[in-house]
């Protein structure tokens, strides 16, 4: 058999607030996605202001770190010399390749993901970093 | 132009978490989710043990209910006695007719809605009451 | 070789004028869409409060009309007493079974579609009606 | 509460109709749409002859202006020394990143989006000024 550990709605809402909070401090406005191991929505926050097709990024940032256990700036540095790849993730559903995804990772291993969107990915990668150190998760 | 009045963060987290503990009361376990009032996705949170398929009905629930400004519950007497529309609503995709789904009524006007999905939906109306009564909106 | 006749932008836009302006005078607020003998959407108007799931619904009844050049009240009749197709229906995407759409109807043949939704179907035959009205084509 | 202005019926229908009139004087054939503040398609005109791919570029290109508030042809500027995000927005539903799609920015703030579509990009920022310009919106 296969043991999962998932993610808990406590966790979720705390991760959420954290993110949220450290956005708030540098005056940005998110959405904020948390993914559970298997990659469905566990929990979902969009401030006031954020734009809209952030939305749907923030959900497959979680998603796609979630489906791989993968941050998702990982991926460009592993497609860019891999032409196949580089051109062609493109037409894959939901797989973001640019930061603001990671997994959460814990003792137990990967229970779920955060996906944050809003400003440039780096802004989304603090946020979401703040949301993982909010809930003792590994931190890259 | 026209003027509208959107539900904001601070007020859809409290609904949330009151038709969650109004849940966790009464031994259920919901997906409940926040709509704005353009029927855009504001928040959401899938209890511990929610049903999956919930994930998706929720969200649903709130999305009808902000696309009209009626509770999904209505939708079934209106109906009923109306062949075409009985049969016909099934292809209209997120359209939902069962309860669960209500619009969030302020002296404003409808600024969102709530959807909760997981129990039957009598359970699910009463959790997303608790939901509404929380923030002050108004309780069909 | 298939010669086709087409709806043209400014029949498309005097047919969305005449249904507003009917939806107006009896206190509707209407999503009205105009499709081409292909079924491409022509021209397409919200009016000011118009539910949100009627932009779908509109093009959708406008779709199925151009479609097969029925209109789409009807279709109930046609599946009524045939379970496979009444309950099947629901699984076609765009399908719609209920008033609201017609084919655009003139010496040439089929030209194109209305779409209306926002009301009851038969408020929504009304304005649609209106609309062919205003640029000759046949009224059913 | 978040307060929200959209843009009405009455300002999309002059802004298309201004749009098209500067295309038919360019000879070109163009789709135009117009959203509102969350996206969500307000008037549509496809002019005669205007191909057929366009229908969705022009819808896409006003939902990536109003999901933003930025003009579509920003975007490449943005991103084309940053490969990540370069190879990356391909993944997003609905995303343009050339030119034809703009805000529509009054004193209340961003109020819905112009997406034009039919020749090349620089043609297609053309048609959509033009309509910006007839309803008194900021035009870059």
Same mark, same amino acid.
């Given at each position: !058999?296969?043991?999962?550990?998932? *993610?808990?709605?406590? #966790?979720? &809402? $705390?991760? *959420? =607030? %954290? &993110?949220? +909070?450290?956005?708030?401090?540098?005056?940005?406005?998110?959405?904020? +996605?948390?993914?559970?191991?298997? /990659?469905?929505?566990?929990?979902?926050?969009? #401030?006031?202001?954020?734009?809209?097709?952030?939305?749907?990024? %923030?959900?497959?940032?979680?998603?796609?770190?979630?489906?791989?256990?993968?941050?998702?700036?990982?991926?460009?540095?592993?497609?860019?010399?891999?032409?196949? @790849?580089?051109? /062609?993730?493109?037409?894959?559903? $939901? @797989?973001?390749?640019?930061?603001?995804?990671?997994?959460?990772?814990?003792?137990?291993? !990967?229970? /779920? &993901?955060?996906?944050?969107?809003?400003?440039?990915?780096?802004?989304? #990668? =603090?946020?979401?970093?703040?949301?993982?150190? &909010? *809930?003792?998760?590994?931190?890259?």
């Amino acid at each position: !058999m296969i043991i999962k550990y998932g *993610i808990d709605a406590s #966790m979720a &809402a $705390r991760a *959420i =607030d %954290a &993110a949220a +909070a450290y956005a708030t401090g540098a005056g940005l406005r998110m959405c904020i +996605a948390i993914a559970d191991e298997s /990659g469905d929505l566990k929990a979902f926050l969009r #401030m006031d202001g954020a734009p809209k097709l952030s939305l749907q990024i %923030a959900q497959d940032k979680a998603f796609t770190a979630a489906c791989f256990g993968l941050a998702t700036h990982g991926w460009y540095d592993f497609i860019k010399n891999d032409p196949p @790849l580089l051109h /062609g993730v493109g037409s894959i559903p $939901r @797989l973001v390749i640019f930061g603001g995804g990671f997994p959460v990772v814990v003792d137990e291993g !990967m229970i /779920g &993901a955060i996906g944050v969107s809003g400003g440039h990915y780096t802004q989304d #990668m =603090d946020c979401a970093r703040a949301g993982l150190a &909010a *809930i003792g998760a590994r931190v890259e």
